[in-house]
């Protein structure tokens, strides 16, 4: 089975920082982009970054450009997102999926599934 699981989230205080993992399984891992999402609560689930299994990695939004970057092992078949920074509005359930259909490429912020369990992080003022 496709399965995708975040960790690494937590309780942090603002202005510190957070290394947040993904673990793939099930699938060739480097034949598919992984991307980061969060959902805020009483709010959309927003894009945040994906990269292609060829490093190359695309922004979807701002909320976090600047104070984050994305690797990912394609030997350990994980995808790591570091934030650091952080604020209170960083508050959400972070999610990692794979492109729906097989692409090395990132593709548009709605072409994405295998939704796997999000890691929570809270950030305090």
């Known amino acids: 089975d496709v399965q995708l699981q975040a960790s690494g989230g937590g309780l942090v205080q603002a202005g510190g920082s957070l290394r947040l993992s993904c673990a793939a399984s099930g699938f060739t891992f480097d034949d598919y982009a992984i991307g980061w999402f969060r959902q805020a609560p009483g709010k959309e689930r927003e894009a945040i970054i994906c990269i292609g299994s060829n490093d190359l990695a695309v922004w979807y939004g701002g909320s976090v450009k600047g104070r984050s970057t994305i690797s990912r092992d394609n030997v350990k078949n994980m995808v790591y997102l570091q934030i650091t920074s952080l604020k209170p509005e960083d508050t959400a359930i972070y999610y990692c999926?794979?492109?729906?259909?097989?692409?090395?490429?990132?593709?548009?912020?709605?072409?994405?599934?295998?939704w796997g369990q999000g890691t929570q992080v809270t950030v305090s003022s």
């Open positions: 999926a794979r492109t729906l259909i097989r692409s090395r490429w990132c593709r548009g912020p709605r072409e994405f599934g295998s």
